[in-house]
Structures are given as structure tokens and as C-alpha cells.
């Protein structure tokens, strides 16, 4: 199912930026499309973005929608997320995600990270 | 955007017993659902996808089923290690939706 490892979380003010990354291991990287999944102190789970395995395809929660941006490099088997304009309600662990079938449609995820924290506070 | 609506929030029950778990959609999502464990501190974890296939080494005791806007989630029988959070998501369409979770307490 392979292996991802975030990193990047920390804590920072409202209106800052913060850069996520995640390590993909023990999969074909490239051939997945990758998620960002949040879930808030005490809360359920919420979609962030998806990129699509080839870069050409980028949707986003509207939440975030104009404030994050994901990425990937294919050649480094890494996924990103940029966060701009960062709100309190951003605050969350912050999960990738690998999409469970190399094939179209039916985005389930099938292996986690361990989950970054990142908290917006003044 | 597609409301995932699970229920009950808590469920309270002893090991060895049954415990049946609800997901409901606003709207069709035909088969593309999934339902995950997520334990306290740990990442979720896939158990089902596209409403009734066991993820890899997922325990025979998880079935799911259901269709369209009702969606089920059985343990046949509780061991102590399914005492955890259980989370459906919808996969239909954009944005992908999560319920907000059942929790499996002991009773």
C-alpha cells in the first residue's frame, strides 16, 4: 500500500504561510493520485485538495479554495501543499493521502500518513 | 456537495456482540463509498471501498453494504481492538465528503 511520511506543520500566525511536504515510499508514486486530508482538534475528517497523478488535474475543498496549493513531483516521490492566508480554522493535523486504484474514478485512500499538526494562533 | 450522515454518534457495546453502524447520503452515490477506523493518536485506515469490498487484511468481521443513500457498516463480533472511530466517505462526486464518525465504546 506503501509508505508516507509529512512533514513541515508547526505553528504560525494568522494571515502566514506554511509549506507541507509528504515522502512517498514503497509505491509507484507516480502512477496515484494524492490527497490532503485535514481533521481539526476534537473533529471528523475534512478533504482539502486531490492533484491527479499526471499534475494536469488540481481540485480544492472550497474551504481552501485560492489560499492552498498542492503539488507533486513525480521525480522526487513527493507530494506539497501550500498554505497562504492561514485562519484559525485551518488549525488541524494534516494527513496525505494515496489514492487506493491506479485506474479513474473512486478516490479512496488506502494509505496515511502519520498526520503533521498545524496550529494558526496569534 | 454530498452530506454524509452518520448514526448513531456513539455506540455502546460489549466485546463479542454485533455492532451495526449507519451512513447515510443526500444524495446517490450508487456503490462509491468507503468507511474507515480511525483509533485514538493513529491515522484512519481503510476497511471498506466501494461499499462492500474488504480492504487489504481488513478482518473478515467487517462487511459492509448498501447502496445508493443507505450504507451499513457490521462487526460481526467486537474485539477489543475495534473499539475506535469509524468514518464513511463518499467518492461520487467533488468535494469527496467524510460523515462525522461513529464512535464504538465499551459498554
Known amino acids: 500500500e506503501g509508505q508516507l511520511l509529512e512533514s513541515g506543520g508547526g505553528l504560525v500566525q494568522p494571515g502566514g504561510s506554511l509549506r507541507l511536504s509528504c515522502a512517498a515510499s514503497e509505491f509507484t508514486f507516480r502512477n496515484y493520485n494524492m490527497a490532503w486530508v485535514r481533521q481539526a482538534p476534537g473533529k471528523g475528517l475534512e478533504w482539502v485538495s486531490i492533484?491527479?497523478?499526471?499534475?494536469?488535474?488540481?481540485i480544492y475543498a472550497d474551504s481552501v479554495k485560492g489560499r492552498f496549493t498542492i503539488s507533486r513531483d513525480n521525480s522526487k516521490n513527493t507530494l506539497s501543499l501550500q498554505m497562504n492566508s492561514l485562519r484559525d480554522e485551518d488549525t488541524a493535523v494534516y494527513y496525505c493521502?494515496?489514492?487506493?486504484?491506479?485506474?479513474?474514478?473512486?478516490?479512496?485512500?488506502?494509505?496515511w500518513g502519520q498526520g503533521i499538526l498545524v496550529t494558526v494562533s496569534s | 456537495e454530498i452530506v454524509m450522515t452518520q448514526s448513531p454518534a456513539t455506540l455502546s457495546v460489549s466485546p463479542g456482540e454485533r455492532a451495526t453502524l449507519s451512513c447515510r447520503a443526500s444524495?446517490?452515490?450508487?456503490?462509491?463509498l468507503a468507511w474507515y477506523q480511525q483509533k485514538a493518536g493513529q491515522a484512519p485506515r481503510l476497511l471498506i471501498y466501494d461499499a462492500s469490498t474488504r480492504a487489504t487484511g481488513i478482518a473478515a468481521r467487517f462487511s459492509g453494504s448498501g447502496s445508493g443513500t443507505e450504507f451499513t457498516l457490521t462487526i460481526s463480533s467486537l474485539e477489543s481492538e475495534d473499539f475506535a472511530i469509524y468514518y464513511c466517505?463518499?467518492?461520487?462526486?467533488?468535494?469527496?465528503?467524510f460523515g462525522g464518525g461513529t464512535k464504538v465504546e465499551i459498554k
Open positions: 444524495q446517490s452515490v450508487d456503490n462509491n
Open positions: 466517505q463518499q467518492c461520487k462526486s467533488w468535494p469527496l465528503t
Open positions: 493521502a494515496k489514492k487506493g486504484m491506479e485506474a479513474p474514478g473512486n478516490n479512496w485512500f488506502d494509505s
Open positions: 492533484i491527479g497523478r499526471d499534475v494536469a488535474v488540481t
